[in-house]
């Protein structure tokens, strides 16, 4: 058993973007949504439904095998490790991860990878996200 980021009560998201800011904050110090490893966008619309990008932890990602230097390589228990050293900034990984998680630093012109840490779940006021058990 291993423990992966999951989206378990989506329609309790208020988008206050405190899963954001946390995951920037602890991995690159920085205050800013757009640092973060996952997505929350707001659906315009009378009941302003929310959604949560977070990566799914892939056992074989897709993003992974698009990267033609091997920058991105699988994590054990799911997800990936980046070497920044090897990113050509070609976005091949990006364009890969068919549920579109996969974040993009568009200034380093780097993806921004999930750690799978949960940093973004203690910080979430509505229990959306947690740190689930899944079998390996």
Same mark, same amino acid.
């Given at each position: 058993? &291993?423990?992966?980021?999951?989206? %378990?009560?989506?329609?309790?998201?208020?988008?206050? +973007?405190? /899963?954001?800011?946390? /995951?920037?904050? $602890?991995?690159?110090?920085?205050? $800013?949504?757009?640092?973060?490893?996952?997505?929350?966008?707001? +659906?315009?619309?009378?009941? &302003?439904?929310?959604? %949560?990008?977070?990566?799914?932890?892939?056992?074989?990602?897709?993003?992974?095998?698009?990267?033609?230097?091997?920058?991105?390589? =699988?994590? =054990?228990? &799911?997800?990936?490790?980046?070497?920044?050293?090897?990113?050509?900034?070609?976005?091949?990984?990006?364009?890969? /991860?068919?549920?579109?998680?996969?974040?993009?630093?568009?200034?380093?012109?780097?993806p921004i990878v999930c750690h799978q840490c949960g940093v973004c779940v203690q910080f979430c006021p509505n229990d959306v996200i947690s740190m689930s058990e899944?079998?390996?």
């Amino acid at each position: 058993m &291993g423990k992966l980021l999951r989206v %378990i009560n989506r329609e309790q998201c208020i988008g206050c +973007y405190s /899963c954001m800011f946390a /995951c920037s904050r $602890t991995w690159f110090k920085a205050i $800013t949504m757009e640092m973060a490893a996952l997505r929350v966008r707001n +659906y315009a619309g009378v009941e &302003g439904a929310f959604s %949560i990008r977070p990566c799914y932890g892939c056992a074989d990602p897709d993003c992974a095998r698009a990267c033609p230097t091997q920058a991105l390589s =699988p994590r =054990p228990g &799911g997800g990936v490790k980046l070497d920044e050293t090897k990113c050509t900034h070609c976005g091949a990984c990006r364009d890969a /991860c068919i549920p579109n998680a996969l974040q993009w630093d568009a200034e380093r012109k780097m993806p921004i990878v999930c750690h799978q840490c949960g940093v973004c779940v203690q910080f979430c006021p509505n229990d959306v996200i947690s740190m689930s058990e899944i079998a390996k």
